[in-house]
């Protein structure tokens, strides 16, 4: 365990990662509308240690009751159509959604049509699209933190 | 590979035969707009077989569930989604029909204060989507239905139609962990249909991607069971290692997942000597650090005090219920589709099981480092031979309506049948080792306190997008 617990910090330390300065953070619930999970694995390494979102207050919660950003991946399927707007309307406000990679963005679709109900900004509406397929852990921080910091990229 | 001609009430025997010769079912589906079901099956020596039965005019055709419960799934699937009638699986619990009343799609579970704990479709973390019904009195799980689906994009009807080659597209995005293991599976059964055949140097760079694949899920699915446990200095370490694993793939071929790695037909990989020896050099690095991980949970006890006895799947259950992969293995079952499909770097190929195998999360778990070991010796073995340089498929046998492909992905079997007319899809259906054990996740649940149920979930790390496709 010792050994472990240094090679995390030799890594750590070998990344180098710059301290926030950010006095903000933001609660983020994400929901899967039918995504090929590659967007969930990138998600995931981006509170992995080479990114570590948490160190600028950017959190992944367990319900959408205290969460500011509801993160959505994938094409929307007309299954999880349902499941995503009772997620959403649990959300206290204000609350922004997220459009992760280019299946919610509704670009480069692959499916058929009766199955799906559409990109999110069908169904929601978005603040914030975070293009790439999928994007990748360092692009997914950048997006998510010009949340905080207000300045909104172009979609 | 040999396709019948269709039969009718002969179909049952001639399954039932083919499973007593030891040949091995490893998909059913609806095929010509449900006027025929197909089921393919293996022999051990490599050999494919697809018998095939005509539905009957009220589009019934007999069940073979009881004879191969591994099929119940591709039964329900075909009844949901392509309106066959099996007779003789009753009931028939529907499996993508998400119109279905509770009571049709659960198992009635009775007795003293037996109640119900649903979980999903959103779970609480980065997590796909799907739907788990738990039956349990106390902490018990008594029973687990799943109801997966939610994420059924209609990707094997969306590449009806298209050409063979431009089709790929649609198999290699059902799911990202797999894309490698599933584009390769597609483009064996499509060359085969065409004719075609990979020549050592195509299959070298398929090898390639589909180790580089596993090298990263192995490493993804040890943190996920540390996670499990709530290891959190071991999640840390070994998503580090996801994280320079899918760093090394997209300096070899552009994409962290390997996306459009895979061609039907050839491959135009290449990638350059200094670039191989500097990779080479990189997975000799993450070898060492991922076994000096992995001896830190060796020897932690309080974590294998949480990993041994729980969510027990035995051999005899794995080739009932039809698991592959790691979590057969884990059982002590030596079955991979390395072992009979060799590519080269493969040869001589011999899977390997843990001492006194028992199928708990424990072995589950030890089998993801056992073929890391091996995937990292084969990667040494294929960059040995130098750089790699663009290659086409060759002349096979004889070209056929219908091509047989299968690959060992990170989960274990993973099968591909193409239907063609002419140049372009008829029918596909991609059965992946997701869809084949997700049953065992059911299994492995009942008996189970509740609590365990997400380290048992996470010993499997199954794909929810390349189940319901
Ligand atoms: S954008 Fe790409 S990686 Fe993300 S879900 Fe869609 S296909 Fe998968």
Known sequence: ?155 | MTVTAPVGSAYRDRVAAALAAGWQARSLYAAADGQLVRIALTAADGRSLIETVAADSDGSVPSVADLVPAMAWDEREAHDLHGITFTGHEPMRPLANHSAPLAEWTVPVRGHDPYQVAVGPIHAGVIESGHFRFHVVGDKILHLDARLFYKHRGLERAAEGQPITAALAVVSRACAACTAANGVAYSIAAEQALGLRAAPQLARARALLVELERVWNHLNDIAAVCAGTGMAAGNAWFLALTEQARRLNASLTGHRFLFGSVQVGGSTLTIDAGTVSRCARELAGLRAAAESGWRELEFNASFQDRLGGVGIVAARDCSRLGVVGPAARAAGLAEDARAVSPYPGHDAFRPVTPENAAGDVKDRLGQRMLELRQAFAILEVLLDQGPLLPAEAVVGDAPGPVGFGITESPRGATTCIIERAGDAVRRVRLRTASYANWPAVAHAAAGSLLPDFPLINKSFELCYACADR
């Open chain 1, 1 to 155: 365990m010792l050994t472990l617990l240094r090679d995390l910090r030799r890594l750590r330390r070998d990344l180098a990662l710059p301290r926030s300065d950010r006095p903000r953070s933001l609660a983020i619930r994400h929901v899967d509308a039918g995504s090929c999970n590659g967007c969930e694995h990138e998600l995931t390494l981006a509170s992995g240690p080479h990114y570590d979102l948490q160190r600028y207050g950017l959190g992944i919660v367990a319900s959408p009751r205290h969460a500011d950003i509801l993160l959505v991946t994938g094409t929307v399927t007309t299954r999880m159509r349902e499941p995503l707007l009772t997620a959403y309307h649990a959300m206290p406000e204000p609350r922004k959604v997220a459009a992760l990679g280019n299946c919610a963005l509704g670009r480069n679709v692959i499916g058929t049509a009766a199955n799906l109900a559409g990109p999110v900004s069908a169904i929601l509406p978005v603040d914030l699209f975070i293009p790439g397929c999928p994007p990748a852990p360092d692009q997914i921080a950048r997006a998510l933190l010009s949340l905080i910091d207000g300045s909104l990229p172009a979609g």
